[in-house]
């Protein structure tokens, strides 16, 4: 199947650490992706780990990958509002002739003071 | 580099007229997606071009919705007869292929009335 699974809905305190959630089906994925969308605007690529790596950290963001479980997270560190913001997970492979992306439903990060 | 330019931005129209959407991709970005995104069904695809040759039109919903692209930097979405239930956000994204992910534009909000 094409399914990319995260929950829909995740509230945070303001400074703590967000951590949301994906699974994933297709076990000959390349590249999986964290996109994020802020009100208004364009979905805009926050990070992508190499499906053979376990961990990629960027500043106040950190992607585990757990393959054998086919489960992706990422961590914010420090939750800001200015981190208020749709968060999709995202997963690539190659069909006929090209890589195609397969998108999650989105997770709506909220942040309260 | 000014990214992924749709227009128009917002757009609204009565049921039955016709419908166009523009993009123009990144300038060396051989692969263009068009995706409609909606509360109840989040983010589809509905047809990627490749080169300018559009590779998988499985997600374009009728054959009331066509697209084109003519040339590297261009292409259209058009939607003739449009229908409430076509009011959506549409994104129009373009990539090299593989690693990098998609770079998205910022979309154009329809209503159809």
């Known amino acids: 199947g094409e399914d990319v699974e995260q929950s829909l809905f995740l509230s945070v305190r303001e400074g703590d650490s967000s951590v949301i959630n994906c699974t994933y089906t297709?076990?000959?994925?390349?590249?999986l992706y964290w996109y994020k969308q802020e009100p208004g605007a364009g979905l805009q690529l926050l990070t992508y780990?190499?499906?053979?790596?376990d961990m990629k950290q960027d500043q106040r963001l950190t992607v585990l990958l757990n393959k054998k479980d086919k489960h992706l997270s990422l961590r914010i560190a420090d939750t800001q509002t200015g981190d208020s913001a749709i968060y999709f997970c995202?997963?690539?492979?190659?069909?006929?002739?090209?890589?195609?992306?397969?998108f999650g439903s989105g997770t709506r990060l909220s942040i309260r003071p | 580099d000014a990214g992924v330019i749709q227009s128009p931005r917002h757009e609204v129209t009565e049921m039955g007229q016709e419908v166009t959407l523009r993009c123009k991709p990144i300038?060396?970005?051989?692969?263009l997606f068009w995706y409609r995104q909606t509360m109840m069904r989040g983010l589809e695809l509905l047809i990627y071009?490749?080169?300018?040759?559009?590779?998988?039109d499985s997600g374009m919903p009728e054959d009331r919705f066509s697209a084109k692209m003519p040339n590297a930097s261009f292409s259209t979405l058009k939607i003739q007869p449009s229908e409430p239930r076509d009011s959506a956000v549409y994104f129009c994204?373009?990539?090299?292929?593989?690693?990098?992910?998609?770079?998205f534009g910022s979309g154009t909000r329809l209503t159809v009335v």
């Open positions: 994204a373009s990539s090299f292929p593989g690693r990098y992910g998609y770079t």
């Open positions: 297709d076990s000959s994925s390349t590249y």
């Open positions: 780990i190499f499906s053979n790596m």
């Open positions: 995202a997963e690539s492979r190659r069909d006929s002739s090209a890589s195609k992306i397969i």
């Open positions: 300038s060396g970005h051989d692969y």
């Open positions: 071009f490749n080169n300018n040759v559009p590779i998988d």
